[in-house]
C-alpha cells in the first residue's frame, strides 16, 4: 500500500475531521475510508479530482438520486485537464442538475483513501484524493443543459427539513455547516 503524500499529511494535520466513514466503490473493488471537513481553506489543487457543492434556494436543497447511493446533497463531478475550480462547478451542477449557481463559497472536503492496493487499471490518484464542497445559491434553471444518464436518476429541490431525512454521516454535518455559512453570509450583506 502506498503512503500518504507529505504535502497532503502537512495539509491535513492542521484540520480535525467531522465524520468518517467507509464505502466501497467500483463493484466492491475499491474500499475506501472517507473523512469529511469543514474549512474555508482550498487543499492543495494536485489531489482534487472533483468539485461538489449543496445548491440551496431558500430554504430547499437540491437533491439528487444518483446509481449509488439512495440519495445525496452534493452534485458536482470530476475536474477536466484546463479546467478552473469555478468551471469545474459550473459544467458539473448543468449537467448534473440543470442549475446555475451564485454566491459559491468553500465549505469543505471530503479525504477518500483507499484501503487496497491500487488497481492496475484505475487512472485516478492513490492512494488519496479529495473533493472539495461548496455552498451555492441556485440562479436560472437550464434545462436543456441537464445531462440525463446513468449517475442521476432524479434531482429536484426538496426542504432542508425533507433533505436531512434522506442523508447521514458527513454529508448531514456539510449541509448543516452550508445552512449556517449562507445564513452568515446573508446577514453580513444586510448589515452592509
Known amino acids: 500500500m502506498e503512503r500518504m503524500d507529505a ?3 502537512q495539509f491535513l494535520n492542521k484540520f480535525e475531521p467531522v465524520a468518517a466513514e467507509r464505502t466501497v466503490w467500483g463493484n466492491g473493488r475499491l474500499p475506501l475510508r472517507v473523512h469529511f471537513y469543514c474549512a474555508d481553506t482550498l487543499p492543495p489543487l494536485d489531489f482534487i479530482t472533483s468539485v461538489r457543492a449543496i445548491l440551496l434556494r431558500g430554504e430547499e436543497v437540491m437533491v439528487v438520486h ?3 447511493t439512495p440519495w445525496h446533497v452534493i452534485p458536482g463531478g470530476r475536474r ?11 459544467r458539473e451542477l ?19 483513501h483507499h484501503l487496497a492496493p491500487k488497481p492496475d ?8 484524493f479529495l473533493q472539495i464542497v461548496f455552498v451555492a445559491e441556485a440562479g436560472d434553471y437550464v434545462p436543456d443543459q441537464q445531462v440525463v444518464d446513468e449517475y442521476e436518476l432524479d434531482t429536484g429541490f426538496q ?13 448531514l454535518v ?5 445552512v ?7 446577514t453580513h450583506e444586510k448589515s452592509l
Do not use: M, S
Not at 180 to 185: G, I, K, L, P, Q
Open 80 to 90: 477536466e485537464n484546463g479546467e478552473t475550480i469555478t468551471d469545474t462547478l459550473r
Open 7 to 9: 504535502v497532503l499529511k
Open 121 to 128: 487499471d484505475y487512472p485516478f490518484p492513490c492512494p488519496d
Open 159 to 171: 426542504p432542508i427539513t425533507a433533505a436531512r431525512t434522506l442523508i447521514d454521516g458527513g454529508q
Open 66 to 68: 444518483d446509481g449509488v
Open 174 to 178: 456539510l449541509l448543516d455547516t452550508a
Open 180 to 186: 449556517t455559512r449562507r445564513d452568515a453570509h446573508l
Open 94 to 112: 448543468l449537467e448534473e442538475t440543470g442549475w446555475i449557481f451564485t454566491n459559491a463559497h468553500l465549505i469543505g472536503f471530503i479525504h477518500y
